[in-house]
């Protein structure tokens, strides 16, 4: 979490609503981390150059679904090479999904992943299609409080 610039903060800081929340749970080899239903994470500004600097040097596989549409993206990355990435977006319902941005050879199991009418479901499928331990114990996912932790350069850490 650090690398993702991260700071998970104490206990005390559980009641405080005004700071952003994460799920966590480690499966296997793989960290989980569930964002809050205000995207928190996702929309920091730093977020997504660090997932992309991480998925340059770990094997990665990243996935977000909308909460109120049926938008939906996925990326996976070896060896830190990219392999896939499909986002999709409906336009906040407005529309029907479109693709808007396709790159990669599709995955085996991405086609009957996809068929799913649930988001969820299908971004879980093709996660465990790709390695990805999905079975979670309810009572292993930690919700933490967290803030951005000081800016750093990528190459001094």
Do not use: K
Request: charged share 35%; hydrophobic share 35%; glycine share 6%.
């Amino acid at each position: 979490l650090r690398e993702l610039g991260v700071e998970l903060l104490g206990p005390r800081s559980d009641q405080n609503d005004d700071l952003p929340l994460l799920h966590l749970a480690h499966e296997g080899r793989w960290l989980h981390i569930a964002d809050d239903w205000r995207y928190s994470l996702w929309n920091a500004p730093w977020f997504r150059p660090r997932v992309a600097d991480l998925g340059a040097r770990y094997d990665l596989f990243w996935c977000m679904v909308g909460d109120s549409c049926r938008s939906y993206a996925f990326e996976l990355r070896r060896g830190g090479q990219p392999r896939r990435r499909l986002v999709v977006d409906d336009d906040h319902g407005r529309s029907e999904p479109f693709v808007v941005e396709d790159a990669g050879p599709p995955l085996i199991e991405e086609t009957s992943a996809l068929r799913s009418s649930d988001e969820l479901d299908a971004m879980l499928a093709i996660a465990r299609s790709v390695g990805v331990d999905t079975r979670h114990d309810e009572l292993e996912i930690r919700a933490r409080r967290w803030r951005p932790r000081r800016r750093q350069p990528l190459h001094e850490r």
